[in-house]
């Protein structure tokens, strides 16, 4: 599950791979992460225990506020707050660095006479506020930064599998997108996907599965990054699948009325606003085929958390690591919300992690088995 | 062709409220080094392992190194890279309150 120094676990050849020394620098930042998350978060957890123990903060409309309130004022809660984000900061600098020194090399890379797959970017585009307004999870430049190269995507890949600690599918970071089509199959198990929508598709990680899950499907992915999506492309080509990628917002994407027999969103909504949540949805909805089937995968929703000190301590980290739309996403009525939209057969609950969406148990339930272990999802049917 | 560097900077990091600016800049200097002196040792670990196993480096060499002038240039460079690494805070710091002078003034 975990990367180490001895698994140089080249996934694909696009994955900016680390020297000696740059292997070392982002094995530090795993090992920081884990030291504040097991060392340094744990005291502050059980700071936060004494004090809803004394009752003040939980005698409160909002206990977490509450006890943010009391906690602002210790040294040792502002210092943990403040290495934490050091430590993502150390990330991308880190991942930076490594992708700067083989950026030709890279660039080159991602040359294809004869893709797959394709990438289609617009000059146009104006990335959405909740993307210009906050660079999402600290990374510099943010995910619509466009150069003309594919070098944020190789940021944003690389840092993104240091960030998730070998938790998702190692340096692949795919088991979202197969956890996503495992969910298709437990709904749908004899489904023949002619097209399939990726929304929100990043640099492809949750893309890639399920051209893997359908090979005779024609499988698309729509992000606001030009950059991200010219490397989301090399990537795919060179782990042999055939995604054809687009810049566009998902709120309102290129494509006509009922083009998708699928179409799916992995962690993207708590990135975006409460209002986008809903045009998504909505546009997800738009872009179904009578009876196509849409599918919203997101981190565990707020009222699965065990205690306030984990809603307090998810709050600050949305904050302090720039998820501007935490709450939104995480505290709706999906099913509410799908129904509005106009999707019928709403289903919503926790889907089991897959490995293969084909051969992993397929397992959905309306309990949480914990963060990683299974994804939240809500779906439904146009 | 040279290249425009990838950005560093993060857009919006929300002030942590009672840390004190200076703080933060110190923490950050501090974890920087502390990945620098952790790079260093594996390197140097590496180094010697490699060298002590293949038979060229005899104990106690590197105590006994003399660098030449090439040598010395490289390990120049090596050591401004990491100045600018660790003091990453200051700049950033200084950037802002320059913008914020300029701004303030006519």
Not at chain 1, 167 to 181: E, I, Q, S, V
């Amino acid at each position: 599950m975990t990367w180490t120094e001895s698994a140089a676990a080249q996934s694909h050849p696009m994955l900016a791979a680390p020297n000696h020394d740059e292997l070392v620098e982002q094995l530090f930042v795993r090992d920081l992460k884990l030291y504040v998350m097991q060392e340094v978060e744990p005291v502050q957890r059980e700071i936060a225990q004494v004090l809803l123990a004394d009752g003040k903060a939980r005698a409160s409309n909002n206990p977490a506020a509450n006890l943010r309130e009391q906690m602002a004022g210790l040294d040792s809660f502002r210092t943990w707050l403040s290495l934490k984000r050091e430590s993502q900061r150390q990330l991308w600098s880190a991942v930076g660095d490594s992708v700067a020194r083989q950026a030709d090399e890279l660039e080159a890379l991602g040359r294809f006479d004869s893709p797959r797959g394709s990438v289609t970017v617009d000059p146009e585009f104006a990335v959405p506020d909740y993307v210009a307004d906050a660079d999402i999870h600290l990374m510099p430049g943010g995910n619509g930064f466009d150069d003309g190269s594919l070098l944020q995507g190789a940021v944003m890949d690389r840092g993104g599998a240091v960030y998730m600690l070998g938790r998702n599918g190692g340096m692949l970071n795919d088991l979202r997108g197969h956890t996503a089509m495992a969910h298709l199959l437990t709904i749908a198990p004899d489904i023949e996907p002619e097209r399939i929508l990726d929304m929100g598709c990043g640099i492809g990680a949750s893309t890639v599965p399920a051209a893997a899950t359908f090979p005779d499907a024609e499988v698309h992915g729509i992000d606001v990054g030009a950059s991200i999506l010219r490397y989301a492309h090399a990537r795919a080509e060179h782990l042999g699948a055939a995604v054809h990628f687009r810049q566009g917002s998902a709120e309102h994407t290129p494509y006509p009325d009922g083009h998708f027999d699928v179409v799916y969103s992995c962690v993207l909504l708590h990135e975006t606003s409460p209002e986008a949540m809903a045009a998504i949805l909505a546009e997800s909805k738009r872009l179904l085929k009578p009876g196509g089937i849409a599918i919203h995968l997101e981190v565990p929703l707020i009222h699965e958390f065990g205690d306030v000190w984990q809603e307090l301590s998810s709050e600050l980290e949305a904050q302090y690591n720039n998820e501007p739309n935490w709450r939104g996403a995480l505290s709706a009525d999906y099913a509410s919300l799908m129904a509005a939209a106009g999707f019928g057969d709403v289903k919503v609950g926790y889907q089991s992690t897959a490995t293969d969406a084909h051969k992993s148990p397929k397992v959905f339930k309306d309990q949480s088995d914990g963060v990683f272990r299974s994804w939240f999802v809500a779906s439904g049917r146009a | 062709m040279t290249r425009v560097p990838l950005p560093r900077t993060p857009n919006r990091l929300d002030a942590i409220p009672g840390e004190g600016g200076r703080d933060e800049q110190l923490l950050g200097m501090i974890v920087a080094l502390t990945s620098e002196v952790t790079i260093l040792r594996a390197r140097l670990d590496a180094c010697e392992r490699l060298l002590v196993a293949s038979g060229a480096l005899a104990a106690g060499a590197v105590d006994h190194f003399d660098p030449d002038a090439a040598a010395q240039a490289e390990r120049e460079r090596a050591r401004q890279h990491t100045i600018a690494k660790v003091l990453r805070p200051l700049r950033e710091q200084a950037r802002a309150e320059l913008a914020a002078v300029k701004d303030q003034t006519p």
